[in-house]
């Protein structure tokens, strides 16, 4: 499957915006998906991460409660609603596959493919 990224942009702190993950290929709805940041200097991290029906979300400490992952497979595209928004969570955001399953969702090793990366950038 292939992936690409959209969305990102320059935000105020406190701003929301949304990045949308488009699949080509028939056989998005088989993986988990996530989304992965990686900041200027910092290694890429896990962000939030949705089952393939979409029934089951997690998210990482520092986005809970502020950003919401979601999924449509009818039109092969994931969601990342970014609210809230802190100049910390400026980075690189990536959209990840993971055909293994759930168990891997915070495991970036275990993704088999990745969008180009889109920047979102937060001024305070």
């Known amino acids: 499957v292939q992936l690409q990224a959209f969305g990102g942009g320059l935000v105020q702190a406190g701003e929301s915006t949304r990045l949308s993950c488009a699949a080509s290929g028939r056989t998005f709805g088989s993986y988990t998906m996530g989304w992965f940041r990686q900041a200027p200097g910092k290694e890429r991290v896990f962000v939030a991460g949705?089952?393939?029906?979409?029934?089951?979300?997690i998210y990482a400490y520092s986005v809970e409660g502020r950003f919401t992952i979601s999924r449509d497979n009818g039109a092969s595209t994931m969601y990342l609603q970014m609210n809230s928004l802190k100049p910390e969570d400026t980075a690189v955001y990536y959209c990840?596959?993971?055909?293994?399953?759930?168990?891997?969702?915070?495991?970036?090793?275990?993704?088999?493919?990745w969008g180009q990366g889109t920047l979102v950038t937060v001024s305070s």
């Open positions: 990840g596959a993971v055909p293994d399953g759930w168990r891997w969702v915070k495991v970036r090793s275990k993704y088999r493919f």
């Open positions: 949705i089952d393939e029906s979409g029934a089951l979300t």
